[in-house]
């Protein structure tokens, strides 16, 4: 499976679409926050200092956007492996499926898993280095929740691989997903009292802070929002994104494993 493995990273390496793929998503990262940012400085009184932290309590959209970018990969990334008869000369050649399927879904899952973080993350650096963290958030209040955000990041994506392993082009897939994602931005965090019960609405919960105050004189005005994070909400998003996670590849596999894919 470490050939598989070795196999896969190189054909993401090598492929030129999956780079400007990168480069696209980090500039639509930076430009909507850059967008965002704005929008939140344009919304304050006169005189409330805006930062980074203060920026990270209005990053709703973010999620969202990676939801969308992640979907495109896994769609392209193992339907175009459908699509050129790969997964067919793997088996072809003696390996097993279950090795098929594993190294996909491993460079799949760590590769959408690590553009997700660093989505999330460069907006944040971008604007600490122009104006300042501020006080609004602490740091670690802040990694905690990105990393947070990793599970339900990682039930996303295999519910997408699900939906390629069934569809099996990469188009149709693509659409899948994007109408997938569409339905769930209908549904408001509200709707879901429990906070977990789908993707979306985890990280919705995780960039909700519902009590916060004003603190400062004259231009000095900055918003401090409470950190605390409900240990029981975190505990649901983990166990619940992992759980639905796991669900949907072994639903995968077993339609790989008694699927003829001629």
């Not at 070795?6 to 492929?15: E, G, N, V």
């Not at 990793?150 to 149709?172: A, D, M």
């Not at 401090?224 to 505990?235: H, R, T, V």
């Not at 998003?237 to 003829?260: M, P, Q």
Request: glycine share 6%; aromatic share 16%.
């Amino acid at each position: 499976m470490k050939d598989l493995i070795k196999a896969q990273i190189y054909q993401i390496l090598r492929t030129r679409v999956y780079f400007w793929v990168l480069v696209f998503c980090l500039a639509i990262a930076a430009l909507f926050g850059s967008s965002e940012f704005l929008n939140g400085v344009d919304s304050l009184d006169e005189g409330q200092l805006f930062c980074a932290s203060d920026y990270f309590t209005r990053y709703n959209m973010m999620p969202t956007l990676y939801f969308g970018i992640s979907g495109f990969f896994v769609s392209f990334f193992i339907g175009d492996d459908f699509k050129d008869k790969t997964a067919n000369f793997e088996l072809m050649s003696g390996r097993l499926r279950k090795q098929s399927f594993m190294a996909r879904v491993i460079v799949t899952v760590i590769f959408s898993l690590v553009l997700g973080l660093v989505m999330m993350a460069l907006p944040l650096v971008l604007y600490t280095i122009l104006a300042g963290w501020g006080s609004s958030l602490p740091v670690s209040t802040v990694v905690t929740r990105i990393l947070l955000m990793v599970f339900p990041f990682f039930r996303q994506t295999c519910f997408y691989i699900l939906l390629v392993y069934i569809i099996k082009r990469p188009g149709y897939s693509f659409i899948a997903c994007y109408g997938y994602l569409g339905m769930l931005t209908l549904i408001r965090t509200q709707n879901d009292p429990t906070g977990s019960v789908l993707a979306f609405t985890s990280t919705q919960s995780l960039l909700q802070f519902d009590y916060w105050a004003t603190f400062g004189l004259e231009r000095n005005a900055q918003a401090i929002y409470d950190p605390a994070l409900d240990p029981a909400l975190a505990a649901r998003i983990i166990i619940v994104s992992l759980a639905a996670g796991v669900a949907y590849l072994w639903v995968a596999y077993n339609y790989f494993h008694k699927d003829d894919i001629e």
